[in-house]
């Protein structure tokens, strides 16, 4: 199997993140799968607020963060989102990363994983994902994972806990596939068309 480059996004800024334990153990998942993963993680990249897109800047004038990720994006076969919720909506530290780019992510595939500190896992924001990852020129793929109480579900050391953990390792196996499915035929097809 060849080997894909996947990036894992991750938008908290708060200081007790609990979020970062799913980003990375979905990015260890997918990386024993034969992936070549990174995990982005918004806080470290530092962008700020949306001003100027990387397509606003000059060639060779964007700030040196911007255009290293928009190298890293333009090199992916598929992007993984790890997206929390924030008062029934998106975390606005990976909204607003996600809004410095536009063609970078164009026809390749990008799966959710969401979650948040109580039962609803994160369904909100997942929901509000689809429609805006699709807009920006991604093909999000049907399956999903949702992960509730995420502070009980995985501990400090990002291993599965209790029955959310049990939910979690369970439902990852047809999720990945599916992800991967998709990442390969996005790869031919972009292969085919140049």
């Given at each position: 199997?060849q080997e894909?480059?996947i990036?894992?996004f991750?938008?908290?800024?708060?200081?007790?993140?609990?979020?970062?334990?799913?980003?990375r153990w979905v990015?260890?998942?997918?990386a024993?799968r034969?992936?070549d993963?990174?995990?982005?993680?918004?806080?470290?990249?530092?962008?700020p607020?949306l001003?100027?897109?990387?397509m606003?800047?000059?060639?060779?004038e964007a700030?040196a963060?911007?255009?290293?990720?928009?190298?890293?994006?333009?090199?992916?076969?598929g992007f993984?989102f790890v997206?929390g919720?924030y008062n029934w909506?998106?975390?606005?530290?990976?909204k607003?990363?996600?809004d410095?780019?536009?063609?970078?992510?164009?026809?390749?595939?990008?799966?959710?994983v969401?979650y948040?500190?109580g039962?609803?896992a994160?369904?909100?924001?997942?929901?509000m994902?689809h429609?805006?990852?699709?807009?920006?020129?991604m093909a999000?793929?049907?399956?999903t994972i949702t992960v509730a109480?995420?502070?009980?579900?995985l501990?400090?050391?990002?291993?599965?806990?209790?029955e959310?953990?049990?939910?979690?390792?369970?439902?990852?196996?047809r999720f990945?596939?599916?992800?991967l499915w998709?990442i390969e035929?996005?790869?031919?097809?972009?292969?085919k068309?140049g």
């Amino acid at each position: 199997m060849q080997e894909h480059r996947i990036l894992t996004f991750y938008g908290s800024y708060r200081e007790a993140r609990m979020g970062i334990r799913l980003a990375r153990w979905v990015t260890a998942r997918m990386a024993e799968r034969g992936c070549d993963v990174e995990l982005i993680d918004a806080k470290a990249v530092g962008l700020p607020m949306l001003d100027k897109r990387y397509m606003d800047y000059a060639p060779g004038e964007a700030p040196a963060a911007m255009e290293a990720l928009a190298e890293k994006l333009r090199n992916a076969d598929g992007f993984l989102f790890v997206a929390g919720e924030y008062n029934w909506g998106m975390q606005p530290g990976l909204k607003n990363l996600t809004d410095h780019f536009l063609a970078e992510w164009a026809r390749r595939p990008a799966a959710i994983v969401s979650y948040s500190g109580g039962r609803l896992a994160g369904a909100r924001s997942n929901s509000m994902w689809h429609p805006t990852l699709t807009e920006m020129g991604m093909a999000v793929v049907p399956a999903t994972i949702t992960v509730a109480q995420i502070g009980q579900t995985l501990d400090a050391d990002d291993v599965p806990q209790g029955e959310g953990g049990a939910a979690l390792e369970r439902g990852f196996g047809r999720f990945a596939a599916e992800f991967l499915w998709w990442i390969e035929a996005a790869s031919a097809q972009r292969a085919k068309s140049g």
